[in-house]
């Protein structure tokens, strides 16, 4: 595999979770963002997550030490990316940045660096082909919170190569994730079935068939979810679940896929999840409170 030099563009929740499981890997991790307060903000919750660690005794000082030496805080996205072995993109689900990206890595990347996208729902063979070299490029799509999350789906296009789907089952392997292979179609396996669960959940919300907390509950004891499909939205953020959704709606000409109003109205009124606070739930707790819905 040959992994020393990771590079991750993108700060936010995805990104900094990513950047951190690549230098537990023990790789030396560039973390960038386009924004410095979003460069600081990710930096902060990865250091915070470790103090955590800490505190509950899962790990130790000596740790946090260690993982730290391996991340590095760049503001510059040619020289995040110079010399390393593995980049992967954690910017929103638009394709226009994303192949943006894609063509800059194509530039100032070495020729055998493995290029990888977290997108949950834009096409794989889309971006690839922003980068000029195709079958360097493979779909990594994690998990939130990626730390804790055992799960990376790795998605091929016809263009990649079995070296590079190799690579990125090894790498996943070295992060300690169960890998799954799956191919490159709107919404892959995990995003098609979560966010139509999610989506249904807002209905039946907005519907009074029963409250957030009982329609969570239903699917944590009855069907052996770890989470409730409208907790999960809060955490994975309302924005981002509306615009995978707009994405499948589209790519499949079906209004099946349509966000429920409710939707539409909490993200109007900056209701975007746990990261903003207050969603589905009211987290300014630290944990997920019934709220009044608008």
Known sequence: MGIKNVAVIGAGTMGAGIAQVCAQAGWQTNLYDAFPEGLERGMNTIDAFWDKGIARGKTTAEQKAEWAANLHAISDLRLAVKDV???IEAVPEIMEIKARIFHVLSIETKE???LATNTSSLSISDIAQASGRPDKVIGMHFFNPVPIMKLLEIVRHDSCSEA???AAQSIGSAMGKETILVNDVPGFATS???VVLGNEAIRMLADGVASASDIDTAMVLGYKHPMG???LTDLVGLDVRRDILLNLKKSFNDDAYTPHPLLEK??????LGKKSGKGIYDWSSGSAEETELP
């Open 85 to 87: 072995d593995l980049v």
């Open 112 to 114: 055998d660096c493995i």
């Open 164 to 166: 590079t789907i190799a």
């Open 192 to 194: 098609r079935l979560g």
């Open 229 to 231: 499909p409208l907790a």
């Open 266 to 271: 909490l993200i109007a009124e900056g209701r």
